[in-house]
């Protein structure tokens, strides 16, 4: 049985909070600077993955970006994200951000497991859930 958090968290593994990062930490991930790793520590805490989007799409190319977001990411909230944050979400592309969408609003991460389960497999899921939360 899944905890009332577990029920509404995907699972970040391996994902850097870049919210919580320390600046040594923030330097380790793929295309950072420490020009970057500055702005990022001055305009913390980020709001949600577009605001932080913003400030990194200044500085990086689109290739970039998601390699990037395979190491770091704000979850986003499955029930309110928009389509540009969905889209963040590395190997995204328009069928999955439909599939998203059609299912919401998701009651819990059971839910999503199932329902986006129909279209990819486990491992697949599993991968997705890192960058997803439902509060």
């Known amino acids: 049985m899944f905890s009332a958090v577990e029920s ?6 391996g994902l850097v909070n870049p919210d ?3 600046e040594k930490e923030l330097l ?3 295309h950072m600077n420490a020009t970057i790793v500055k702005s990022i520590m001055d305009q913390r805490p980020f709001l949600n993955m577009s605001e932080f989007n913003a400030l990194l799409a200044k500085s990086l ?7 990037l ?3 770091t ?3 986003i909230n499955l029930n309110s994200a928009s389509d540009e944050e969905i889209m963040s979400i ?3 592309g328009q069928r999955m951000l439909r599939e998203f969408k059609e299912y919401r609003p998701y009651r819990t991460i059971t839910q999503f497991r199932k329902e986006i389960g129909k ?5 697949e899921v599993a991968r997705l859930e890192r960058y997803v939360t439902l509060n």
């Open 61 to 67: 190319k689109k290739e970039q970006l998601a390699e």
């Open 119 to 123: 279209n990819v497999d486990q491992k």
């Open 20 to 22: 919580l990062a320390s």
């Open 8 to 13: 509404q968290v995907g699972q970040p593994q």
């Open 69 to 71: 977001y395979g190491k």
């Open 28 to 30: 380790a991930l793929p």
């Open 73 to 75: 990411f704000i979850q």
């Open 90 to 92: 590395p190997g995204v």
